[in-house]
C-alpha cells in the first residue's frame, strides 16, 4: 500500500520561481528520498534525507524532514523548464521503497 | 555512476501470451532487484523484491504465478508476465541495490507492455 501522501498533486508555476512540494508518511522511517521522473521515463534519484537528519541542499534542490510529523518538502528554486517532471517522495524501511502519489510539476517558459 | 537497463523498451504482445522483461545492472553487482508496476498518471507499486539464487518476495496481491521473478544472476532478473490480459498493461519498472549497507536503488528506463 502506498505510504506516501503527496500535495499538491499537480503544481504549475513560471520559469524563475520556486516550486514546493510536500510528502506525509505513516510510519517510522530509515530516510526518505525524492525521485523525478520524466514522462514515459525511469526514474532519477535526486536526494536521500536521514531519518536523523532536518535538512539537506544539492544544488537547488532543499529537502526538510520532520520526523515527528512525519512529513518531508522538496523545494526547488529558481525552476526552469526542465525541471517540469513528476516528483515522488519514497520511504525507505530498510529492504523496499514505498513512493507516494506524486506531484506533476510543469514550470512554464 | 551506476547503470541499470531494461529491455525491451517497450513490447505489444496478444492476449493470452507471455512476455519477458529483463532487467540487468550493468556496472555493479546487484544483490537485491525490485519490480515496479506504473499505471498512467499513477504511482509506482512496488510487485517483488528479487535476492540472486532465491525466490521472490512477492507483495500482497501481486500473482506469483502470473509474475514470474527469475534472478538468476547478480546482474540479471527476469520478470515474465504469463498469460497476459489488456488489464496487465502498463508501465513496469526494475530498480536494483548493490548491497544492503546503501540505501540507494538505481532505476532502469522502465517497459512500456500493450496486451491488445
Known amino acids: 500500500s502506498q505510504q506516501g501522501e503527496e500535495d499538491p498533486q499537480a503544481l504549475s508555476i513560471q520559469e524563475g520561481e520556486n516550486a514546493t512540494m510536500n510528502c506525509s508518511y505513516k510510519?517510522?522511517?530509515?530516510?526518505l528520498q525524492w525521485y523525478r521522473q520524466n514522462s514515459g521515463r525511469g526514474l532519477v534519484h535526486l536526494i536521500l534525507i536521514r531519518s536523523n537528519e532536518r535538512e539537506k541542499h544539492s544544488g537547488r534542490l532543499r529537502v526538510t524532514l520532520d520526523t515527528s510529523k512525519k512529513s518531508s518538502s522538496l523545494l526547488i528554486t529558481a525552476s526552469r523548464a526542465a525541471d517540469t517532471a513528476s516528483y515522488f517522495c519514497a520511504t525507505d524501511k530498510g529492504n523496499k521503497l514505498v513512493f507516494g502519489a506524486g506531484t506533476i510539476l510543469r514550470v512554464k517558459s | 555512476g551506476a547503470v541499470v537497463s531494461q529491455h525491451p523498451s517497450w513490447v505489444i504482445c496478444k492476449s493470452g501470451t507471455s512476455v519477458k522483461i529483463e532487467c540487468r545492472s550493468l556496472d555493479f553487482q546487484a544483490t537485491t532487484m525490485f519490480w515496479y508496476r506504473q499505471f498512467p498518471k499513477q504511482s509506482l507499486m512496488l510487485m517483488a523484491t528479487?535476492?540472486?539464487?532465491?525466490?521472490?518476495?512477492?507483495e500482497q496481491g501481486v500473482e506469483k504465478d502470473k509474475f514470474l521473478i527469475n534472478h538468476a544472476s547478480l546482474t540479471l532478473s527476469t520478470l515474465t508476465v504469463t498469460s497476459a490480459h489488456p488489464e496487465d498493461s502498463s508501465f513496469y519498472i526494475c530498480?536494483?541495490?548493490?548491497?544492503?549497507?546503501?540505501?540507494?536503488?538505481?532505476f532502469g528506463p522502465g517497459t512500456r507492455l500493450t496486451v491488445t
Open positions: 528479487s535476492n540472486e539464487g532465491s525466490k521472490a518476495t512477492y
Open positions: 510510519t517510522s522511517i530509515n530516510n
Open positions: 530498480s536494483a541495490r548493490e548491497d544492503l549497507r546503501t540505501y540507494e536503488q538505481y
